[in-house]
């Protein structure tokens, strides 16, 4: 069988190729007449940018204020600015879990190891001995008494050492040595404490941004030649960022900075989508703006369309670079266009009022709704890597019951991680069939899980909701998140929708490439109301 093929070749009747080169239509005042319809032939009296020169002045941010008035000096190439105000003190006496124990005393006899002074581990081992959880705490917590048993007698209690010798300076006491044997045992110590500031960042005694009473973050940021200071008032922790902070008006107490001129070339502002400038190019099909449903109350989209179609191709971009760390003011734009006019452009952010209200993108808002011409650049993680939760607490009304309860629904295990409070709950033993012809016994009220714990309102103003112990249960919180027995807590933290609060643990990387890892908290909104199952005055069957 033979195959055909067929090939369509183009035959010309003539030497020439400027006919078929030239495109020729049968009616050109069509495409005259089509330009005027679209509105190609509307001029407008201006030129093209051709060259832009920006001054600006930038403001070091140099201090972090936290919650009760303590300062940290800021490093744009140290430790991230979420990480200076998320921290949590990790090392104290509470927050010591079996398996931070274990992975300490592991590190500080790897320390002593490169530092040739392996004589000492057994010394090590003998004074500062890891034990074991009994009685209740094992019950609560086995994971912990597997790991206790596998790391006693091999490891030190890295807690016990750690309150030795953390502080710099501080050496193994326990360990009776002489002059000569601690000058050796120094270099491992440093090495181990660096080590601990890595994992374990700890801020100093009362720098904790963290407000019990509201479960919200507070700080300040402050740059000494800016006339505004950055208030973060009710941080939610998750992603700190310019738009966590309001700019507040505050005397500048150092001159400001000399302003610095840059000479640019605008380039246009091109997007995915965008129209093409001319009719006969063909445009990316993955977008149809013209496909875009908006309907008259729909602002937000109706605006987007309309710079998407009509303006897009006024926009040009000014690339400047900004310091990490900084706060950067405008302090005049003049733009040259092809023509060899120059236009001084103004600044689009106005103050508020009536009749011109302002407008502005990316810039700090003020407490009165306004906002301040400036570009916040803070020092910020910029993809941390967040682990698994180790706590969460829910909050939430019962109208029912007229209380709000703070449920832990998990909190952190010895094993470092998350341990579900309902696994360790007391469970009611089964009544038998003969309870059926039992006498009935009169219940002041029923009891709830240990894990609920009910926060009371308080008398007087402002309102406060007290956290509270149901009889019979003498459970306390395991957590941290909720305070102890008695603590306060602001009443109007509790929303009719409810509270989430989580701690996790985060890993990022500063500019100059150092590894920083915390404990952090975060607020979510709950998922409303609910009920307790807490009922008066009821009959119990008595088996």
């Known amino acids: 069988m033979n195959d055909l093929y067929l090939r369509l070749e183009p035959r010309t009747r003539a030497d020439d190729l400027t006919p078929g080169l030239a495109a020729a239509v049968h009616d050109p005042a069509w495409l005259l007449a089509r330009q005027w319809v679209m509105g190609e032939f509307d001029g407008e009296d201006a030129g093209t940018p051709v060259l832009a020169s920006t001054t600006l002045r930038t403001h070091a941010l140099a201090e972090l204020e936290l919650g009760a008035g303590q300062r940290v000096r800021l490093d744009p190439a140290g430790a991230p ?3 200076l105000i998320e921290r949590e003190p990790t090392l104290a006496a509470a927050r010591w879990t079996m398996r931070r124990r274990i992975d300490v005393g592991r590190e500080l006899l790897q320390r002593l190891r490169e530092a040739g002074l392996a004589a000492l581990i057994t010394d090590v081992v003998r004074e500062y001995r890891l034990g074991v959880p009994t009685g209740g705490e094992a019950l609560l917590d086995p994971q912990a ?24 300076g501080a050496t193994l006491a326990r360990l009776g040595l002489g002059g000569a044997d601690i000058a050796r045992l120094e270099p491992a110590l440093k090495a181990w404490r660096e080590w601990l500031a890595t994992v374990h960042a700890e801020p100093a005694a009362g720098h904790d941004a963290w407000d019990a009473k509201r479960f919200e973050y507070r700080a300040r940021l402050l740059a000494p030649s800016w006339s505004h200071a950055l208030v973060a008032e009710s941080e939610r922790g998750g992603r700190v960022d310019w738009a966590s902070f309001d700019a507040v008006a505050v005397p500048a107490s150092a001159p400001p900075p000399a302003p610095l001129t840059i000479t640019t070339l605008p380039t246009p502002v091109r997007f995915r989508g965008m129209p093409l400038a001319r009719h006969f190019e063909m445009e990316d099909a993955g977008i149809d703006l013209g496909a875009v449903d908006a309907s008259a109350a729909d602002l937000a989209r109706m605006a987007l369309l309309e710079f998407a179609l009509v303006y897009a191709g006024d926009m040009f971009m000014i690339p400047v670079r900004v310091p990490l760390g900084t706060v950067a003011e405008i302090v005049s734009l003049d733009v040259e266009d092809n023509f060899g006019l120059t236009t001084r452009i103004a600044s689009a952010a106005r103050a508020p009022n009536a009749n011109a209200p302002g407008w502005s993108f990316l810039a700090p808002a003020t407490p009165s709704g306004g906002r301040v011409p400036a570009l916040v650049l803070p020092h910020v993680a910029g993809h941390p890597l967040v682990g698994p939760l180790i706590e969460d607490v829910r909050l939430m009304r019962d109208e029912m019951a007229n209380l709000v309860w703070a449920i832990e629904r998990a909190t952190e295990g010895g094993d470092g991680r998350a341990k579900p409070r309902a696994e360790t709950a007391p469970v009611a033993p089964e009544r038998g069939e003969s309870a059926v012809a039992a006498a009935l016994a009169y219940c002041l009220m029923t009891a709830a899980p240990p894990h609920w714990f009910p926060l009371v309102l308080e008398p007087g103003l402002p309102r406060r909701l007290r956290l509270a112990l149901l009889a019979p249960s003498t459970e306390v919180p395991r957590g941290l998140l909720l305070p102890a027995p008695g603590g306060l807590v602001n009443e109007e933290e509790v929303p009719r929708e409810g509270l989430r609060l989580l ?16 404990t952090r908290r975060r607020r979510q909104v ?9 009922a008066f005055d009821e009959a119990e069957v008595q088996g």
């Open 81 to 83: 600015l979420d990480m």
């Open 145 to 168: 008494v597997g790991l206790a048993r596998v790391a006693a007698g091999r490891l030190p209690d890295g807690q016990a050492c750690h309150d030795d010798a953390g502080a710099p």
């Open 503 to 518: 701690r996790e643990r985060v890993l990022a990387r500063s500019s100059d490439g150092a590894t920083h890892l915390w």
């Open 526 to 534: 709950g998922r409303g109301e609910g009920s307790s199952g807490l």
